[in-house]
């Protein structure tokens, strides 16, 4: 199932992780467990902030895909989502 995993880094929790190195490693190991289609990354309410859209296989992966956030202090959401083609498929079926 394609998923958002939305993540919301504290500012002293990001401060910390670039002053010791860690924050783009954690990010790397990240974006390589997750192999997000996209990645966008800004700012969001005073923190740094990833929205990545991956596809989750099996939920019981859930735990092992978001550890290195969690790492990080971050706060995480993951919510379904579908591109414009899975749309039209599910707005199809309605009729």
């Given at each position: ?6 993540m ?17 490693s ?61 749309l039209?498929?599910?707005l199809?079926?309605?009729?």
């Amino acid at each position: 199932m394609r998923m958002l995993l939305k993540m919301n880094i504290p500012t002293e929790a990001g401060n910390a992780a670039i002053k010791n190195g860690t924050l783009g490693s954690t990010l790397e190991a990240l974006m390589s467990n997750l192999k997000p289609e996209a990645a966008f990354f800004g700012p969001e309410g005073g923190m740094r902030t990833a929205y990545l859209v991956f596809d989750m296989k099996d939920e019981a992966s859930m735990p092992k895909l978001t550890e290195p956030a969690f790492l990080l202090g971050a706060n995480i959401s993951l919510t379904p989502v579908m591109n414009a083609d899975d749309l039209r498929k599910g707005l199809s079926s309605l009729g």
